[in-house]
């Protein structure tokens, strides 16, 4: 076991203990690239990478910096058109697992990607969806790679991007949406799941060292703790961290913090 | 065979035009910047452009007074920050622009739909999403068998549509390799199609290989042949993204007066891709793909 690691570290390492070998993985430049990446690299040498640039099978030799980097063509078993990753792969159910981030995510793990504030004047302006919305309704499951802290975590986000378990009152399964959406967010303090009865996020796992309260502090809505609580996640190996600082990431582009 | 051969300036002062709508797309890969230069040298105005990553090109043609409109899906520099003369438009309205937003399914739908010449495309998307109140355009319709509700977005047909590509001959016929995203779909959805290409070969390269040509000539209005046009984006097998500027372009964008001072420098400063190469000293060294031929394959009966 090691014993020093950092928040961001510890973020991959457990979103990549979620992954099962021979999943298929719509998967994210960022944390996410190097959560699929680790795992295949350890538990999950058969994990299927697809990109949403068209790259399905990718096996990328250096780490990608954009969602369309060149590395991830070198090498993988199939190139295709957007439509047909949309079309054919997505909404035809094949994805599996989806991963996704936001500026706001909130109570039922809805996610805001889109605007802070009124969407016509917005205070700050985010990027969009992207594919975001459409993973988070097709993907069989999704998991979220968010930081903790008050404002990133909202009772409401200002603007659903992508819908989590409940929105606007309605559920996933009145609303016809065919993946599960975000069953987990993975922070850098511990993970929340979505309760399977109100879809609500819940605090099940604590990380080594955190306290309940340090949680609840980086939630902006009275958060509620799973009975029993996981309070020891383990952290990250020797052979994790190796892989992380030395193989996937030696320029620490995603890892620093 | 009549040539379509054509410079850069001509094709864009031919087929570009004040209040069109117009296409420059590209998924990371093969984003035909020095098309997006000359529309801003030629101060083409009042401009619909739709793509689904806007990119660094979009910003600076945005910065450049050429867009009335934006119609996207992802608005950000990937990997590296934001487009900040994006943001100034939307947050406070400087220079003013419309927006239509989309997801990239819905992006992709939509051009889809513009090449199958039919009105709409139908998705099973957006349900929970706040992006129908946001756009009007994202409606529903019930299926005739099934009767589903499902998502539908209107077809995109644009006036021109610009695609980058590795290589071309001189009728249009073009092959692309490595990411594809949804240049097929664009080129059929619009009047008109300009082609820039990395190498222009004999028709009979494109005949040893058809399964690779992506756009038909007969679809394509010009052919540019402009080697490293698509810089800081890049073409695979020929070479590679230049991270660095993308990184580069945070704090430039987010200053209107750096911003202003690199389009005075590297695109009204120069009269075409060859000056601004010029301008650009060690891309060779720098990016210049590696060579990793794939085995040919067997065309025989």
């Known amino acids: 076991m090691a014993s020093e690691y950092s928040p961001s570290e510890m973020m ?7 992954l099962r070998d021979g999943e298929v993985v719509f998967v994210g430049i960022g944390l996410p690239n190097l959560a699929c990446n680790l795992a295949r690299a350890t538990h999950a040498p058969n994990l299927m990478l697809i990109y949403e640039s068209g790259a399905v ?17 070198t090498g ?4 295709c058109s957007m439509a047909d990753v949309f079309q054919l792969f997505l909404q035809n159910g094949r994805i599996e697992v989806g991963f996704l981030g936001g500026a706001q995510i909130d109570r039922y793990g ?7 504030g009124k969407y016509e004047r917005p205070t700050v302006r985010l990027p969009g969806s992207g594919g975001a919305a459409e993973i988070a309704i097709h993907a069989r499951r999704t998991l979220i790679i968010s930081r903790l802290n008050a404002r990133a975590f909202p009772d409401r986000v200002d603007f659903v991007t992508s819908p989590g378990q409940r929105c606007a009152g309605r559920t996933r399964k009145e609303l016809g949406m065919p993946g599960a959406g975000p069953v987990k967010i993975v922070t850098d303090k511990g993970i929340l799941e979505a309760d399977p009865e109100t879809g609500e996020m819940v605090l099940t796992a604590l990380y080594p060292g955190v306290t309940v309260d340090e949680v609840r502090s980086g939630v902006g809505w009275p958060l509620r703790i799973s009975e029993p609580l996981h309070q020891a996640v383990e952290p990250p190996t020797a052979r994790e961290l190796m892989l992380l600082r030395e193989v996937l990431d030696p320029k620490r582009l995603f890892l620093k913090g | 065979m009549i040539s379509k051969v054509r410079s850069m300036r001509d094709a864009i002062a031919e087929h570009v035009r004040d209040g069109d709508t117009v296409v420059i797309e590209g998924f990371t890969h093969l984003i035909c910047f020095a098309a997006g230069h000359e529309i801003i040298r030629q101060r083409r105005r009042d401009l619909t452009i739709c793509r689904l990553t806007p990119d660094l090109i979009y910003d600076q043609m945005i910065a450049a007074g050429c867009a009335r409109k934006l119609v996207f899906s992802w608005a950000g520099n990937p990997g590296a920050g934001s487009l900040h003369a994006f943001r100034r438009a939307i947050e406070q309205g400087d220079p003013p622009l419309d927006i239509e937003e989309y997801s990239h399914f819905g992006m992709v739908a939509r051009m889809s739909a513009g090449a199958a010449r039919l009105p709409f495309w139908v998705m099973r998307d957006y349900m929970g999403t706040d992006l129908p109140v946001a756009n009007p355009r994202i409606r529903t319709v019930v299926c005739p068998y099934t009767g589903e509700v499902l998502a539908t977005v209107p077809a995109l047909n644009p006036d021109v549509t610009i695609i980058h590509a590795q290589r071309a001959d001189a009728a249009g016929n073009t092959q692309v390799w490595g990411l594809l995203g949804v240049q097929k779909e664009a080129a059929f959805a619009s009047k008109r199609v300009i082609v820039v290409v990395e ?7 494109i005949r040893a290989d ?10 394509v209005s010009a052919v540019v042949v402009e080697p490293w046009g698509a810089h800081p984006s890049y073409a695979q097998g020929y070479y590679d993204r230049d991270n660095d500027f993308y990184v580069s372009w945070e704090p430039i964008s987010r200053d209107p007066k750096k911003l ?3 389009l005075d420098e590297f695109v009204y400063g120069v009269p075409d891709r060859q000056a601004y190469l010029v301008t650009q ?6 990016l210049k793909a590696d060579t990793r031929p794939c085995e040919a394959v067997s065309y025989g009966f």
């Open chain 1, 12 to 18: 991959a390492v457990v979103a990549a203990r979620e």
């Open chain 1, 57 to 73: 099978g990718a096996v990328p030799e250096r780490l990608p910096v954009s969602i369309g980097d060149p590395a991830l063509v």
């Open chain 1, 76 to 79: 993988s078993l199939m190139v």
């Open chain 1, 110 to 116: 809805n996610i805001n990607t889109t605007v802070v």
């Open chain 2, 199 to 205: 190498e222009l070969v004999d028709e009979s390269v």
């Open chain 2, 210 to 219: 058809p399964n690779r040509t992506l756009i038909p000539g007969m679809i």
């Open chain 2, 260 to 262: 202003q001072a690199y």
């Open chain 2, 281 to 286: 000293p060690g891309l060779v060294e720098r």
